[in-house]
């Protein structure tokens, strides 16, 4: 009995598409209100303060991927980059 390789294929619904998109957003901002109630309760920053902090938490996040492409696509080469990484998650794992 012969499958053919499109009913092999298994389907993905947009919806499910959808969920893994938004939720890794919902997850961290739900994250950063606990930092912020943390710093304003634990260590009893005011509330500007912990949210200065959280604001420049997420400029970091925000720009460091674009710096790291930067420096890695014109130092160091894409195939250096590929050894280091798997190098980093073999001696982490």
């Known amino acids: 009995m012969s499958t053919s390789s499109s009913s092999l294929q ?4 947009p919806m499910l598409k959808q969920a893994a998109v938004v939720w890794p ?3 961290t901002t739900y994250l950063m209100t606990i930092i912020a ?3 304003t309760r634990v260590w009893e920053i005011s509330i500007t303060n912990a949210a200065a902090i ?3 938490y997420w400029g970091v996040v925000g720009i460091l991927p674009l710096a790291l492409k930067l420096i890695v696509d014109a130092f160091i080469g894409s195939y250096w980059m590929i050894f ?3 190098v980093a998650f073999i001696t982490i794992a």
Do not use: H, P, Q, R
């Open 54 to 56: 959280v604001n420049i």
């Open 37 to 39: 109630t943390y710093l």
């Open 25 to 27: 957003s919902f997850l």
């Open 84 to 86: 280091m990484s798997k």
């Open 10 to 13: 298994t389907s993905v619904s």
